[in-house]
């Protein structure tokens, strides 16, 4: 089949020919139908993270073609999409009900010894986070895929891979926003978005974002933000101690700057969290 494959940092991804191997245990291969890009998998091509040659994608959704023979959750004809989050099933996190902290996310891939999943003339290549999205076909241990509805377009469905999970994952898991908590959110862009929604899922009480784009915080206003800020035209610990005197209980920063953290602990209610 045909791959996105990065052979060496900073030169960007081949089309190569790589051989992928048939399902075995609770292995499932997906026809892939969209494959979002990550910032992440920018990153993963320009710094040494992981191993090299590698096929990255881990935003990917499909059509089961093939099932192991294990398989006991999704069924050939299955619209799904797969996860970045690496889950056993059986660990104690797992069992007690936050999959996303699994102790044991190795338990999804195949072990060292074993024959690799994706290979180029017998040698194999490093499979991003367990689904290598950057190709016709992924071969993917069915507790990192879901089932989504016929109706559900490919390219949004493949978002949910990690651009939704990491937003709403935030606020939901991470931070486990309350009813009537206060949240602020740097950075509305796809991952900020999603917390959006998440703090909206949650009851937040107050959603402010915070962004330098007018059409990023128009967005946010979709997704649900109550009050949306321009730090190029205002200073942010001011307006959110404005908005929310006691200051705010959650921050969330999809920004990554200094700057963005040090008002973010500024505007921070007595035990708050950034
Ligand atoms: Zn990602
Ligand atoms: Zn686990």
Do not use: W, Y
């Not at 052979?7 to 048939?22: C, P, Q, T």
């Not at 978002?159 to 999970?165: D, F, I, S, T």
């Not at 990491?166 to 931070?175: C, F, I, Q, S, Y």
């Amino acid at each position: 089949m045909k791959a996105l494959v990065l052979n060496a940092l900073g030169r960007g991804f081949d089309l190569d020919e790589v051989d992928i191997a048939s399902p075995t245990g609770r292995e499932v291969l997906v026809d892939v139908q969209a494959s979002g890009l990550c910032h992440t998998d920018l990153l993963f091509a320009t710094h040494d993270i992981a191993p090299t040659p590698s096929v990255l994608g881990h935003e990917v959704a499909g059509i089961v073609a093939a099932l192991g023979p294990d398989v006991t959750q999704v069924h050939v004809g299955d619209r799904v999409v797969g996860s970045l989050a690496q889950v056993c099933g059986g660990c104690a996190r797992c069992l007690s009900g936050r999959p996303f902290q699994c102790l044991h996310p190795e338990s999804t891939l195949r072990r060292p010894g074993e024959f690799p999943r994706l290979s180029r003339g017998g040698i194999g290549l490093f499979q991003g986070f367990g689904l290598g999205g950057f190709a016709e076909r992924a071969l993917i241990h069915e507790n990192q895929l879901a089932v989504v509805p016929k109706e559900m377009p490919f390219a949004q469905a493949a978002l949910l891979g990690c651009g939704v999970v990491t937003g709403a994952g935030a606020v939901l898991n991470t931070a486990n926003v309350k009813p009537g908590e206060s949240v602020v959110i740097f950075g509305a862009g796809r991952v900020g978005l999603n917390a959006v929604s998440g703090a909206r899922l949650a009851g937040a009480a107050r959603i402010v974002v915070i962004d330098i784009q007018p059409k990023r915080l128009d967005a946010a206003r979709g997704f649900g933000a109550t009050d949306v800020i321009d730090s190029t035209t205002s200073k942010p610990v001011e307006v959110v101690r404005d908005l929310l005197p006691g200051g705010a209980d959650h921050v969330f920063d999809f920004v990554g700057l200094k700057m963005v953290a040090e008002e973010g602990l500024a505007m921070l209610a007595v035990g708050g969290a950034l």
